[in-house]
């Protein structure tokens, strides 16, 4: 691997930690919001709501930042076309049938021809 | 079908629940899909666009000039190499030669290849028209009609060769291709159209998760690169109000916890105002929504994925009516 690559990817797998850093948190406020709510604490619950929206909100930004980083086709992007390219491989194969038949229909009239001209 | 502003939606949904019982039906559904995806194109490649566009490509070939003049600095070169690194390097001069290699741990400082997020945002939209186009192929393809004329054709002439030749072998198969001739195209047909409808499921179904990380990707790129800037205001803004409604909200359940009537009465003036600001904050961010790309992309993700589900259970109506929703949202976000 060369130095760009790592220097790129170190950036990358870092950003990756605090989208899953953040994730934790917000798994952990979700557990104190059931508790709140369990426990019919009303101040509890809306301060857990509103702190699980401020870390959600970060994920989203932090997520953003995660895929505007990227460089290069992604995965995904790659996985896209070879489903574009399966559509059109089959289309190419339907063709090749109908290609086939249509020798087929040749083969026999050229014979047919040469049969009549040399019967 | 094509879904209108102005269609009822239980008009919509008898239309298209009888349209969805079979998979080779969701032909004009797709087309919406596809059709909606060139026009979000449209809408991104402004000028500006155009521009930033050209900015990043630019980049890239000052990265790709830097990267090579770094792994020429990485090696000791003759003398006449000063050239080679002043002027392009396609410009080199033939007595540039790499003497030695410079060892590990002591090479240049790394380059950082540069963001390209408008090239980026343009390849990605490229392979959705792309994939969206080539399933758009495979349903509208005639090859049941192509395959059913060669087969045609084919039996006329074998037919036309065992009268020919007078084989009686020939002339036999001839019968019986002629006596079943019928049956054998709709055979034919049949099959080929239930490859092509297996096709087009498996297709869709094994790009779904692709399809909606990749429009995922372009949303974020297209943040980056400061496209939907009022949208996200707007977001902030409502956010910001559902804070203080809750916030005002607390501080009225506390004062009514502590008995203290004149505060919660004032509490609740104070969530009662926090609401009303809040309805308006909504009603401002969703109008904002509604112009936004990120919207149009959400849409699209959603009708992919609605279609993808038809296709997974297309007995469920649920799933038909979310396909019918989906299509008609996509219809509103990207009007004619």
Known sequence: MTAIT?????????????????????????????????????????????????????????????????????????????????????????????????????????????????? | MFVSKQTPLFVVGLVA???????????????????????????????EFEARIEADEEALDAYAYDVAVADLHRRRLSDDCADVIQRRIDDGVPDCRVIARIPEGRESPSIEPPATLALDVNRKLSGIKAYLDALDALMSSTSEADVRKSFAAATKSIAELGETAGSDAISGLVETLEATKTQREAVVSFAVQQLRTRKFRQVVLQSDDAFQEVVRETQSKLFRLGFDADYAEALRAFSGKDDEANDAYVALVVARQQGDTAAAAQAATEYRQAIVELDRAEASFKRAEDRSLTARLDALRAAHRAMAETIRNPDRVENTIALLESLRDLAKKFPD
Do not use: H, W
């Open chain 2, 17 to 47: 629940i009888a349209g969805c019982a079979t998979e080779a039906d969701l032909s004009s559904e797709l087309g919406i899909v596809a059709d909606a995806a060139g026009r979000l194109e449209t809408s991104v490649k402004s000028s």
């Open chain 1, 6 to 119: 790592k220097a790129a990817e170190g950036k990358f797998t870092s950003l990756f930690t605090t989208i899953r850093r953040a994730l934790d948190q917000v798994e952990q406020r979700l557990d104190e919001a059931v508790d709140a709510a369990n426990t019919d604490d009303i101040i509890a619950l809306a301060t857990a709501r509103k702190t699980l929206k401020e870390q959600l909100f970060q994920i989203r930004e932090l997520e953003i930042d995660y895929q505007a980083s990227a460089k290069g086709p992604s995965e995904a992007e790659r996985a896209l076309a070879r489903g574009a390219d399966e559509a059109k491989g089959f289309l190419r194969s339907m063709k090749k049938v109908s290609d086939t038949l249509d020798s087929v229909a040749k083969i026999a009239s050229t014979l047919t021809r040469l049969l009549r001209v040399f019967p």
